[in-house]
């Protein structure tokens, strides 16, 4: 296969990734991400903002990041003991649910150092 053909494919396969990327993540819906977020509140807190700084806070995050992150945790692709359980029974629709829920909350404001 000629270099301009691999080129030309690679470039398709990525916009339809981000198409597909994009399509999910417009029908996440906060209201019922709050209702699937309550097993994870025991590590993020109530609104994504954990109390032991061993965990991340999600408040606040970019929903696209939010779901990247959770679908890698899923496939495998980004690796955690503690994730991979809950990561890997959330469907394609809990995961944009959820990562609506914790990016309609508030999160860091200031993010100069000081």
Avoid at 71 to 76: A, E, I
């Amino acid at each position: 296969m000629k270099t301009k053909d691999k080129m030309l494919k690679g470039s398709l396969l990525f916009v339809l990734l981000a198409a597909v990327s994009l399509s999910l993540q417009a029908k996440g819906n906060a209201s019922a991400g709050q209702e699937k977020s309550k097993v994870c509140e025991a590590c993020h807190g109530t609104t994504g903002k954990s109390e032991d700084p061993t965990y991340p806070n999600l408040a606040g995050q970019h929903a696209s990041y939010l779901a990247q992150a959770l679908g890698d945790y899923r496939s495998g692709a980004r690796t955690n003991r503690v994730m991979a359980g809950p990561a890997s029974n959330l469907s394609n629709q809990d995961i944009v649910d959820l990562a609506a829920w914790y990016a309609s909350q508030e999160g860091l404001r200031d993010l100069s150092i000081k």
